[in-house]
């Protein structure tokens, strides 16, 4: 494509150079400018007369001469303050002829004094003629620069050019590589070249040049026919690119980029060049076009006016900027800039826009292309890049989407994913005229990794909607990074009845749980999916069979129950047989550090296979070393469940439940009972009876089996009162049993007093078959034995009756008559009595010196030959009174003494169950001594042992105590039994 069918913008401004008081820049005018360099902020000019022009970014200009005779040769280094300039001098040889010879000379232009020159680094003889260096270039790292000559040779100094030497022509030495004999008309280093690399350019050929090994190859190729001449570059019509050094050269036809490795593309471009730079990413180009091309002649020696300065992108396919100019000398780059500079030392300057408004431009002309293009080679911030590009791309997809393009369209909504909302895109493309473009929208946003599960559903519905079976294969069997969510795709595939594809997913990535429903619960293959749980680590196949084990054990139950021993016992995973290797979501130890599965997980599977269950659990007894009570109790239910169709069977069941019976603590006991009654196992109910000592239930037992000799055992084993009612009741009712065992039953009753005879009278009067001859002994017996105890009772009677009388008739005579003391001796010394003498109602007399009180009576004097059985009444009566409080000691009486009447005729005999009298201050003192109660309280009457009298010349001393106080206290003696 010519340059001409390009795209055209006006991407510069075109604007004269005005200094920074806004006057004109007219420093040039008149100035032979013969050759020219710019950067590091800097324009340089040499003219003829040897003067160097610096001119900085105000535009301010500062000359100094530089060279006796004209500058032919500047090049400013752009990461260095340096300038190389090659300028000729007239010397005095040897003979005194002035000769002239060319000098390279090195200033740092960094700080330039006011109205002065810049220092000089480094100056060089040239070893040629003066006239005849035609081009220069020296590398960014100071270690290399070469010059070329009209004749088509190269010098070249290496090392440190900057270093300062003495004047010597060795300063440059002939490079060895060979051109053709054609001036060099241009030299460039490749600063991205990984080996030091120059461009030298002559008239007919392009060259590389390796300085380090100082060997140069031809670019350029040998012309084909006269028609084509070869292909090299005319003065300033030659420049290497600091984007990616390549080198522009010039041609007849069209300007050529060369690389290393050889010439590349090429850009067609009319006319005569004159003027070939690299700017950025663009190509500036300065040509003639002539107005007649007929009239055009290689001889003519004057140019037509249509003279054009274009700047073209030759990456993007575009041209920047496109004005004619008047007589072009050449351009120059600097301050991201361009400058025109004309033969008449006129300066124009050529500014870039900005790049939003290029975009701008380019997308307002529908150059979506372009702009994309432009953005990505100048934008460096890769944030801002995305956004822009974005844009772009959103421009051009509703562009193509609005002319109907939809096929081109997506692929620009695609270049939009990461910034652009999906959503958008998916509602434009829902049509089923489309669906092929919103599947392939969708497919590059899971390729990144951007949907979420709405967007894999709809990308599957689509796949199934196209019954693209390829496209669903590619995307779910061969894609090695999964760039979807999962559980969406399974959910998709399963709902469209891919189940190959859905289980393909799940192995692959260990989604157990949806392996396993599908292939029971769609594919019903049971098998499958054991075998698959087989494959699994331990964990997961424990989980796994809680989950589904029920639909297993239904569907395959030998196998499922194989399965479960080896999980409750020793579980080794199996290798997997299929080719997708089922790989675990995590790391799992090997099942021997493995704690087996408990067996209580999966009791609940065999609802409806009791029979496994059976073999199962019977398994677990055996192999396990402990089960818990949840696997004992289930399989006695399930032996008692079980009918047995012959004898043998029967007494097998029967062992087995009674083996495991005689197991105390495996099992639970209360529920062992309950299977036990509930089915009717009288063996082991009677064990269980048995071990928990349930009497009664034993006995019951024995009852209804009529075992007449157990049920008498078992009441004498027991000792239960209840039982031997019980068993009587049993008897009574019983007509076989009443004639063989009623009567020693009734033995039993009357030897050990267990029932009375009226309870004995009420439980056989209730029953028919209970005959006089088994029950006449007991009665006879009962009869003889309560008329000899009623005998006894009634001689108790009356002897305790004598005994009160006679106490009453004292208490009478101590009340009405007086007491004659008649004693002559002292009941403590046995000596004559002598007065004074002390007389007790007890009938006791003693000398008064030996009637003493004891220190702890409160003064009072008793009698010391009845002090003893004085203290034992009060001490009769604190246990009475003390008793009566008692209520549990009571209560404990009744229990313990078979006789219960006769405790509570003695309490009531004692006088316990009315309100106990006050006892005296004395009384009280001897409990206290006697560790009674403390509180015991006091009686009104006095003690018949306190002295009556006491007679020193014959009279009484303290008379006759009070007869009413003296009788209380004969009741309370009368009351203990004294």
């Not at 992108?313 to 780059?333: G, I, R, Y």
């Not at 951007?450 to 199934?464: F, K």
Request: glycine share 6%.
């Amino acid at each position: 494509m010519s340059w001409k069918n390009l795209y055209r913008f006006c991407f510069f401004e075109n604007q004269p150079v005005v200094k920074s008081d806004g006057s004109p820049f007219e420093e040039l005018q008149g100035f032979d400018v013969t050759c020219h360099a710019s950067g590091r902020g800097l324009l340089l000019f040499g003219g003829a007369d040897g003067h160097m022009l610096i001119v900085d970014k105000a535009f301010n200009v500062s000359a100094f001469r530089a060279f006796q005779g004209p500058l032919t040769q500047l090049f400013q280094l752009k990461q260095s303050s340096i300038v190389v300039a090659v300028g000729e001098e007239e010397v005095q040889n040897q003979h005194d002829v002035a000769e002239k010879h060319s000098y390279v000379r090195m200033f740092n232009v960094e700080k330039v004094p006011s109205g002065g020159a810049p220092s000089t680094y480094r100056q060089i003889i040239c070893p040629v003629p003066a006239p005849t260096v035609t081009a220069i270039a020296a590398h960014e790292n100071l270690k290399y620069m070469v010059f070329g000559t009209q004749h088509g040779e190269l010098y070249i100094t290496t090392g440190d050019i900057s270093r300062e030497r003495r004047l010597v022509s060795r300063g440059f030495k002939r490079f060895k590589g060979r051109l053709d004999s054609s001036s060099v008309t241009g030299l460039g280093f490749n600063l991205v070249s990984p080996e030091p690399m120059f461009y030298a350019c002559t008239v007919h050929h392009i060259y590389g040049c390796y300085p380090d090994r100082e060997i140069t190859e031809r670019l350029s190729t040998e012309p084909t026919s006269p028609d084509r001449p070869a292909h090299g570059a005319s003065p300033q019509c030659s420049a290497v690119s600091d984007v990616d050094g390549s080198l522009w050269v010039d041609g007849s036809e069209d300007i050529s980029m060369y690389l290393v490795e050889g010439r590349g593309s090429s850009i067609p471009f009319e006319g005569i060049k004159t003027v070939v730079q690299c700017f950025n990413s663009y190509l500036v180009v300065v040509h003639y076009l002539p107005r007649d091309v007929d009239d055009f002649g290689a001889g003519q020696s004057q140019y037509p006016l249509a003279q054009t300065v274009t700047i073209c992108d030759p990456k993007n396919k575009f041209v920047a900027f496109d004005a004619a100019f008047q007589d072009v000398s050449t351009v120059l780059m600097e301050w991201n800039s361009l400058f025109v500079l004309s033969k008449s030392g006129k300066l124009t300057r050529l500014t870039e826009k900005d790049l939003q408004t290029k975009l701008d431009n380019l997308c307002g002309r529908k150059a979506f292309d372009t702009a994309i293009s432009l953005a990505k080679s100048q934008i460096e911030r890769q944030d801002a890049m995305e956004d822009i590009l974005t844009d772009i791309y959103m421009q051009y997809a509703e562009h193509l989407y609005s002319k109907k393009s939809f096929d081109t369209a997506i692929k620009q909504y695609i270049n939009t994913i990461g910034r652009l909302e999906p959503s958008y895109v998916i509602r434009k493309f829902l049509d089923s005229q489309r669906i092929h473009n919103l599947t392939e929208y969708l497919q590059e946003l899971h390729s990144r990794q951007l949907a979420d599960r709405n967007h894999t559903t709809l990308l599957l519905n689509c796949y199934t909607k196209l019954r693209n079976v390829d496209k669903l294969n590619e995307f779910i069997m061969t894609d090695a990074k999964l760039n979807f969510d999962l559980e969406t795709a399974l959910k998709v595939c399963r709902q469209a009845g891919y189940y190959e594809h859905a289980l393909f997913l799940a192995r692959r990535y260990c989604m157990h749980d949806w392996y396993l429903k599908i292939q029971l619960e769609d594919t019903h293959n049971a098998q499958d999916a054991l075998d698959y749980i087989q494959c699994l680590p331990f964990s997961e196949a424990v989980k796994s069979m809680q989950d589904y084990g029920k639909l297993l054990v239904t569907a395959i139950p030998e196998a499922s129950t194989e399965l479960l021993k080896h999980l409750c016992t020793s579980y080794t995973p199996q290798p997997s047989t299929s080719e997708v290797v089922v790989i675990p979501r995590s790391r799992v130890r090997e099942q021997s550090i493995e704690e087996p599965a408990d067996p209580n997980l999966f009791i609940h599977l065999f609802v409806d296979q009791p029979d496994n269950l059976v073999e199962f659990l019977q398994y677990m007894i055996e192999q396990r070393e402990s089960c818990s009570m949840a696997v004992y109790d289930t399989l006695i239910e399930l032996y008692l469940q079980q009918t047995p169709l012959t004898d043998n069977d029967k007494r097998m069941r029967d062992a087995r439940v009674m083996a495991i019976l005689a197991m105390p603590g495996k099992y639970n006991e209360h529920q062992a009972m309950i299977m036990a009654q509930m089915y009717d196992f009288k063996p082991g109910l009677l064990l269980l009876y048995e071990r928990k000592h349930h009497s009664p239930m034993i006995l019951l037992y024995y009852i209804e089996k009529k075992a007449y000799t157990d049920v008498i055992e078992t009441c004498k084993r027991y000792e239960d009162k209840a039982l031997w009612a019980q068993a009587l009741e049993f008897f009574a009712g019983d007509a076989e049993g009443s004639r063989l065992h009623l009567a020693d039953v009734l033995t039993e009753i009357r030897t050990n007093n267990i029932l009375s005879p009226l309870m004995v009278i009420d439980v056989l009067a209730k029953n028919d078959t209970v005959t006089l001859s088994s029950v006449k002994d007991y009665f006879m017996q009962m009869l003889g034995s309560e008329s000899t105890s009623l005998s006894s009772a009634e001689q108790r009677i009356q002897s305790e009756t004598a005994k009160t009388d006679k106490l009453q008739h004292d208490i009478t005579d101590l009340r009405t008559k007086a007491k004659l003391f008649q004693d002559t001796r002292c009941a403590h010394c046995h000596e004559p009595l002598s007065l004074p003498a002390v007389h007790f109602l007890c009938g006791h007399s003693y000398h008064k010196h030996h009637a003493v009180a004891r220190p702890d009576s409160d003064g009072e004097v008793e009698c010391m030959e009845c002090q003893g059985d004085h203290a034992k009444v009060a001490q009769v009566i604190g246990t009475q009174i003390r008793g009566a409080r008692d209520h549990e000691q009571f209560t404990r009486q009744l229990e313990d003494n078979p006789n219960r009447f006769g405790v509570i005729a003695q309490h009531f005999s004692q006088n316990l169950f009315r309100k106990p009298p006050k006892l005296p201050q004395r009384l009280q003192q001897q409990q206290r001594e006697l560790h009674l109660e403390p509180e015991v309280p006091e009686v009104a009457a006095q003690s018949l042992f306190a002295p009556s009298f006491s007679a020193s010349t014959g009279s009484s001393s303290g008379g006759f105590r009070s007869m009413d106080t003296t009788w209380g206290m004969s009741q309370q003696i009368g009351n203990a039994g004294f």
